[in-house]
């Protein structure tokens, strides 16, 4: 299945540079004047190599740190706080672990004043929906890190963000665990129809990951964009499908970027042959 | 909303604890290891008796039949004028007074500590003050509590309730600092106002190390109301240690400290019991772990 992005921009940067300031009082700059714009419904994977400002810009779009310069508009609006509308996958487990499974999924529209009835419905859904009926009344401490990973995701898909954020949410987990959630997330982007199909930004720094689930790849590298890659393979893509030869010229470019040695070289020797 | 659901794996959903079984596991249990313990300090106890006399060491049988004996009424203490002459009468009133400072110095002390965490002013001016409080020795300040609040009740109660209080600013600051911010950035973009921020993240999330803190100030704050009482009190079960030194009745005093640690012993683990089930979320509230 490849889905046809409706072209609307969901999401636009202007000029957006953050800058910190160190412990030792020197000024680095994590992200450099990033222009961008992402239509509503595409999934988008950001890759770049530790440290590259990744999170950093990730952060500044969900509204939890603002950028030093530039303009970070989402659905029309200006950026300036954190909004329910961007919703965000963490890296650390953010479940909280003082509420019941279901309490966590329906957190959000607890927030958003949703009555009782209707917001334990929506949350059963979600649960249902990322095979965690079983466990709604467990506490979190209960639960695998898999199994927390799919209470974030049923968390902010049931509070209806149109922005998900995800911010190497599958980092940690082991290869099943992170092909199973990987399923679960298109799924449930995959559920609304293409005008009211979530816009996701997802945050990795594993190639493969950024292969299997993007339709389009930029890469960060030292606060810049350097790239930007669109992806046509088909979906659902399996481990066979990063065989082709447009994903393997694309792995090479990716890695190229990644600092691997000699995967520039092969990537252009690919492009040639195909 | 209509969706397909996704399978789990067998294996998985076979290892979760949840439901009825997790009920089982209560936070509060007799160790056989702790009647082991209780059983070798009475025999050590026991053996001693042989070589000391009992006028400095009574035998255990002794202290527990003077236990009995005085427990509604003590002939000893009524000699001394007190108005409710029983270990009994002179151990509630201590209880009641290292409740009240427990209770009132936890409150200040936790939401003082909570406030300090977050706001960096109040923390500023409230630190040193604190912390300086904290270290007066209680041998020290006793004498200006007496002074400031009288030979009664007040003084005895202040005391404890300044030393809960200031333990209890310190495991509530440090708590709401060891809070990992990630709850509350989740929170905030779920749509929480600060409102919600304090009510539903930082509170129930320091809520297993404040209590913590309860229970290690509880502990304390038996030596310390005893101790009050023994400086300046005209009732209590320190008052009762005070009176039976004052004759050298070492059998008396041995009965009286008795009662005190068996009230502390119940008291705590009635406070384990309460406070596990109000954390039974927490890994690190429960005893052995999970």
């Given at each position: 299945m490849l889905f046809e992005p409706v072209e609307k921009s969901m999401i636009v940067l202007n000029g957006v540079s953050r800058i910190f300031r160190r412990a030792d009082g020197q000024l680095v700059r994590a992200v450099a004047d990033i222009t961008l714009e992402i239509p509503q419904g595409q999934f988008v994977c950001l890759v770049g190599p530790s440290g590259c400002g990744k999170s950093t810009l990730l952060q500044m779009i969900a509204g939890l740190i603002l950028p030093s310069n530039g303009s970070i508009r989402v659905a029309d609006s200006l950026v300036t706080e954190p909004s329910p509308e961007r919703g965000v996958v963490f890296q650390k487990d953010s479940v909280f672990p003082w509420m019941r499974v279901i309490d966590n999924v329906e957190y959000g529209l607890k927030c958003r004043g949703i009555a009782k009835g209707e917001r334990r419905t929506i949350a059963r859904d979600y649960l249902r929906l990322v095979g965690l009926s079983h466990v709604?009344?467990?506490?979190?401490?209960?639960?695998s890190g898999g199994m927390l990973k799919r209470v974030a995701v049923a968390t902010v898909f049931a509070n209806g963000a149109s922005v998900l954020l995800l911010d190497e949410p599958f980092g940690a987990l082991d290869y099943v665990t992170k092909r199973q959630l990987h399923d679960v997330l298109l799924k449930l982007w995959a559920q609304s129809d293409s005008e009211n199909r979530r816009t996701v930004l997802f945050v990795t720094h594993d190639v493969d990951e950024a292969l299997t689930l993007a339709d389009r790849i930029l890469v960060l590298h030292s606060g810049q964009l350097v790239d930007d890659l669109d992806i046509s393979v088909p979906?659902?893509?399996?481990?066979?499908?990063?065989?082709?030869a447009e994903m393997m010229n694309r792995k090479h470019v990716l890695l190229a970027h990644l600092g691997l040695e000699g995967a520039t070289a092969l990537a252009a020797q690919m492009e040639v042959g195909s | 909303m209509k969706g397909e659901s996704i399978e789990l794996p067998a294996s998985a959903a076979a290892t979760i604890p949840i439901g009825r079984?997790?009920?089982?596991?209560?936070p509060w249990r007799i160790d056989p290891f702790g009647i082991l313990g209780i059983f070798l300090l009475v025999s050590v106890w026991q053996l001693l008796t042989i070589f000391v006399p009992s006028s400095l060491l009574p035998a255990p049988h002794a202290v527990t039949g003077r236990i009995a004996k005085d427990f509604f009424s003590a002939q000893e203490l009524t000699y001394f004028g007190l108005p409710d002459a029983s270990l009994l009468g002179s151990m509630l009133y201590t209880v009641e007074n290292v409740v009240i400072a427990v209770i009132v110095g936890a409150m200040l002390g936790a939401v003082a500590g909570l406030v300090t965490a977050r706001f960096r002013l109040a923390r500023s001016i409230f630190d040193l003050v604190v912390l300086t409080a904290g270290t007066v020795p209680i041998l020290v300040a006793a004498p200006f509590f007496l002074i400031w609040?009288?030979?009664?009740r007040a003084s005895a109660v202040m005391l404890v309730l300044l030393y809960v209080a200031v333990t209890l600013y310190l495991f509530a600051q440090k708590a709401a600092d060891n809070l990992d911010p990630v709850f509350e950035e989740s929170a905030r973009t779920l749509g929480a106002t600060s409102r919600r921020i304090v009510w539903d993240m930082l509170i129930p999330g320091t809520v297993p190390q404040i209590l913590g803190g309860v229970r290690i100030a509880l502990a304390g704050a038996w030596g310390l109301e005893a101790i009050a009482e023994l400086l300046g009190s005209q009732y209590g079960i320190g008052k009762a240690v005070e009176l039976f030194a004052g004759v050298t009745d070492v059998e008396g005093i041995f009965a009286a400290l008795l009662v005190l640690g068996v009230v502390a012993v119940v008291f705590d683990a009635i406070t384990a019991f309460c406070f596990g089930k109000i954390t039974a979320w927490s890994v690190v509230a429960r005893p052995g772990g999970r």
């Open positions: 709604e009344h467990a506490w979190p401490r209960e639960l979906r659902p893509r399996t481990a066979d499908s990063l065989l082709l | 079984a997790n009920r089982r596991t209560t609040f009288g030979v009664g």
